[in-house]
């Protein structure tokens, strides 16, 4: 049955539409409704009908975050009449050759965008302002032909040549219309199971499929193996936030895509919220954004010179099911938009860390908008005889499928594997909790949602633990414990209003004697009130895993600093009488202890910490108890320390 597609087809001014192809489905799905646009997520019409909603990158102000606002429309196609049709089918119904874009240009230059990746690096990354930062640029171009028709036909390319993408969409709507290809979902709610698929490193093979030994160089790559755990680590702390046990990682997984391939992981957990607050506490993605969130928001805005529009947005569609709705929302990239005066964007972005290369990044935003500027009929094809769609290997391949495959594909599968070797155990297994400690924290967010990791790990090991922001936060008397945050900047700027703020709320509680535990920032912060030394580190440490020594305990913690403390092992510090764990050649500060006080320069709950969840107990035994005892041996510390074995 074809009658909603062929009745698109034939008509000059088609009713809004969408058509949609999930990853690995021999069907598409064509909707037909009505366009309502929104204020707010919340607002989006789930009274019974299925809806799909083109979300706007400024819709992350919702968040609280900064954005440039364009007036982008939370868009809502109301669906009133669907079918589905075989893929086959509805290839040979599309337009054969599809419209050409004309006057193909790009908004930044290459040399303009390298000097740019240069300035995120030394300014932002270099400053202690985060991890990871993507920067968007476009390509441009003019259609004279219906919108309408143009994204169908681009469709039509893309189904026939492109590879591996999670959802293949072409929508239509007066004044605004999309056709993409996106390779990675952000996040879906089927039947109370949230999904996220964190998708970063990219291996560029313009050419063809990669050979294994490029493959093989590809996984051992230092910056893209960084990459892809950080934004694991970023999305965890929205799993944290939606799902009440947390989220369960799988992988990783190699996507392969026609001209590029990407690794994955699959975060996983459970939640009873309504999708849209699912959608609204997870917006947006990482990978089109950085980390941490909220001041990745704000780098954007101080390097993009004009608002994203949809990019980095979501594609949300709404299914209802008996008692709710179901969410499936791939994030927008990899997409093509036409405005209402036939003028075309392309926008493509690269994650920057402190490994980048500008020249390289570069290349990525090349290789990334290929795709689409090829179905578009911007760029030739590589093989423009080639008529059929190609039956390319599986898009998402974990390592048991390189298996008794041969001795080039087993090392593929041994360096997926050995991707987890170093990573933390709690994030991938089981969780049973402790008993409860009869104990509450404060924790205090001071800009970095780590904390929602932080507390999730607290709240497994007994602690009920509630989350502030910093401006918002007294730590009252009631509480037993306040833990103090991390977040992105510079400590010693006293003229930041946080800053100001967490020094102030420090002084309060070492005064009331009661216990306090800070972390990152906020251990710079208190080694600071301590009389150390706070300077920048001579190499960022984002996302990087380091074995230390912890008073006398080997622990192997993950680490996203720029600045650091300095004093000499095993010292006491000029002022509070705290005891410093340092490293012994630099002095750089690791720890400091007293009675009732601790810090930590490390992320306990990232998931480079796989000694993470034992140091944490042992703080809560000491801080609790009343003094500070960290596990003694290597046993001790590499064994998550859980009533019930949690990992």
Request: net charge negative.
């Amino acid at each position: 049955m074809t009658r909603l597609l062929a009745s698109l087809l034939a008509a000059t001014d088609p009713a809004p539409f969408a058509v949609v192809r999930r990853e690995h489905e021999p069907t598409l799905d064509v909707l037909v409704g009505d366009v309502v646009d929104v204020d707010r997520l919340a607002d989006i019409p789930l009274d019974g009908a299925e809806v799909l909603a083109l979300v706007p990158f400024r819709q992350v102000r919702e968040r609280g975050f900064v954005a440039r606002d364009d007036g982008a429309p939370l868009r809502c196609l109301v669906v009133r009449e669907r079918e589905t049709i075989g893929l086959d089918e509805a290839i040979s119904l599309l337009p054969e050759h599809p419209i050409a874009v004309d006057d193909l240009a790009v908004d930044v230059s290459d040399a303009e965008y390298a000097e740019r990746v240069r300035r995120v690096i030394d300014d932002e990354i270099g400053r202690g302002e985060g991890a990871n930062f993507v920067i968007r640029r476009e390509f441009t171009g003019r259609i004279e032909a219906s919108a309408a028709h143009s994204v169908l036909g681009w469709l039509r390319a893309l189904l026939e040549h492109e590879a591996g993408a999670y959802w293949t969409f072409a929508v239509y709507t007066p004044g605004l219309s999309a056709v993409g290809a996106t390779p990675e979902r952000h996040v879906s709610s089927i039947d109370g199971v949230v999904s996220m698929n964190p998708i970063s490193g990219t291996f560029r093979h313009l050419a063809g499929p990669p050979a294994d030994d490029d493959l093989v160089a590809f996984l051992g790559d230092v910056k893209e193996r960084e990459e892809l755990v950080m934004v694991v680590d970023e999305e965890l702390k929205m799993m944290s936030a939606v799902c009440p046990d947390g989220g369960r990682i799988r992988g990783p997984f190699l996507k392969r895509m026609s001209r590029l391939t990407h690794t994955e992981y699959l975060l996983e957990g459970r939640s009873d919220l309504d999708p849209r607050e699912v959608l609204r506490l997870t917006m947006f993605a990482p990978t089109v954004t950085g980390s941490p969130m909220g001041n990745a928001c704000t780098v954007i805005a101080r390097h993009e010179s004009t608002a994203r529009g949809y990019y980095a947005g979501v594609l949300a569609r709404f299914t209802p099911r008996v008692g709710g709705y179901d969410l499936d929302a791939p994030i927008l990239i990899r997409t093509a938009y036409v405005d209402g005066e036939g003028g075309v964007r392309v926008p493509v972005g690269a994650t920057l860390v402190r490994h980048s290369d500008p020249d390289g990044e570069v290349a990525e935003t090349h290789a990334k908008a290929a795709g689409v500027l090829t179905a578009l009929g911007a760029i030739p094809r590589a093989d423009p005889a080639s008529a059929k769609r190609p039956t390319p290997a599986p898009s998402t391949t974990d390592a048991s499928a390189f298996r008794d495959r041969g001795r080039e594909d087993d090392r593929i599968a041994t360096l997926l594997d050995s991707r987890n070797d170093h990573l933390a155990t709690f994030w991938s297994a089981p969780q049973a909790a402790h008993p409860s400690r009869r104990a509450t924290a404060l924790v205090i967010d001071a800009g970095d949602d780590f904390t929602t990791m932080l507390a999730h790990q607290l709240r497994h090991l007994g602690v009920e633990a509630r989350v502030v922001p910093w401006n918002e936060a007294v730590p009252e008397a009631s509480d037993d414990l306040v833990v103090f945050g991390p977040g992105p900047g510079d400590p010693r700027n006293s003229a930041d209003p946080r800053m100001a703020r967490l020094h102030e709320l420090m002084v309060e509680r070492l005064a009331s004697g009661a216990p306090m535990l800070a972390v990152c920032l906020s251990h710079q912060v208190l080694a600071t009130l301590a009389g150390l030394p706070v300077s920048p580190l001579p190499a960022p440490r984002q996302g990087v895993q380091l074995d230390i020594d912890l008073f006398g305990a080997p622990a192997s913690i993950g680490f996203y600093n720029t600045f650091a403390a300095l004093a000499d092992n095993g010292s006491i510090t000029p002022s509070l009488d705290l005891e410093v764990a340092a490293d012994a050649a630099t002095g750089v500060v690791h720890a400091l202890r007293g009675p009732r006080v601790a810090s930590v320069q490390g992320h306990l709950e990232s998931v480079l910490s796989p000694d993470g969840l034992a140091v944490l107990a042992g703080l809560l035994d000491g801080l609790l108890g009343g003094e500070v005892v960290l596990p003694v041996d290597d046993a001790a510390c590499h064994e998550p320390v859980t009533a019930g074995g949690a990992a």
